[in-house]
């Protein structure tokens, strides 16, 4: 399937890399509102620097004719298995018989930002090209040669080699983009070329879930297949997103578009210019979101920010002091606001540069300074935890919060390969449909603190229960690790 025709289906709803950049009907209630009256001028100026992007590859197209299962010792089993042996080796061309490669074809759009000739479109629109040619607006056609891609925010850049200097245009600020505000793109949907739409910014900073940095500017433009990569543009010609996916339950528009800000594009393509790669910031700490029920064990009043979960040894983090326990909530004077927006905050910040970050720990505000490195290419993604049923314990037990617990002892670090220097309260066994269980407490899992204390015994526990509701506390915060040494809290009820 070219990358023109990709669609995720969800059970109602099909998010689709859309390969595009037009923009759509406003819907009713707002098309009968006055808006520009003309972006004749403002098209007439950018017109020229929205190319297509058209790719070309070679798959192997297999007849898909399966090897017959036959019972061992069948007549027809070597008679068989030297026919379809014989079919999957190559010919005198090279090819495979029953298997020949054949020529596939996608468009995309993109859109010129140097006269020299780079091209930005989406990372999706080129991946697993062979060929990649701009098509411009007066009929002439480049090849282009891919300088750098990076797939976590689905954007790439190409460069062609132009005779004469190219049309092209300049980033806006997308911070400074409003809902309401009219957009424009250009595109080319479904292959028709140069088409224009206006809508307007229907939403800012939206999430779905496509990628570690989401913070998508949603449209009501017409954006569909075709038009991936092309720019979304202010009433300025200037570009502030580039449109990459839509949510459909056909794959065509229903007037719900996602483009990535200009804001976020534009370090990106900078570094790819320069590096040909991205080199983003990393700091070494294991984060989660911060509930209602969390920023009520901690004391913060509203859910806010960012709880460090675990610090990576001699990382940034650990360097600066930071703790599992504290919670981000300004980070390079940027407010983390939520868990997501801290790793993209730190992603975009320069490797090298010395931060102020502050963080909220047992209840009052803190400020460090830290460093950030570059994020290492190997960083591995928390694996969760096995829940295995374990036999009965011999250890003296005590259930508390609807978990059988128990003191750590040699026996239960090697039945659940506890590492040496993790000391805690063993979880034995969660009860089913406890809230505990709701919050992903497992078997085997050692309870490390409770609201923020540590602890070494259900003993322990239980004080430290009694303590949290004398003071009136209504949930118990524990942290939480695996045989991985992922840590993790959970804010479990107290009644």
Known sequence: MSAGSRIWSAPAVALALCLSAAVGVLPAAAAATKGPDTVADTAAVVMDAVVNISTSQNVAASRGVPTPQLPPGSPFEDFF?????????????GNNNGQRSRRVSSLGSGFVIDPSGLIVTNNHVIADADEIYANFNDGSKLKAELVGRDPK????????KPEKPLTAVKFGDSDKLRVGDWVMAIGNPFGLGGTLTVGVVSARNRNINSGPYDNFIQTDASINRGNSG???FNMEGEVIGINTAIISPSGGSIGIGFAVPSATAEPILTQLRDFKEVRRGWIGVRIQGVTDEIAESLGLGKARGALVGGVTDDGPAAKAGLKAGDVVVKFDGKDVKEMRDLPRIVADTPVGKEVDVVVIRKGKEEALKMTIARMPEDEKQASAAKDTPA???KAATQRLLGIELASMSDDLRK??????????VVILNVERNSAAADKGLKTGQVVLEVGQETVASPDDIQKRIDALKKSGRSHALLLVTDSDGQNRYAAIPLN
């Open 391 to 393: 036999p009965a314990p």
């Open 81 to 93: 298995e030297e026919f379809f042996k014989r079919r999957q080796q190559p010919d005198d061309d």
């Open 230 to 232: 092309g720019p979304l």
């Open 153 to 160: 925010t689905d954007l790439a850049l190409l460069r062609v």
């Open 415 to 424: 039945r659940f390969k506890i590492k040496d220097g993790v000391t805690g």
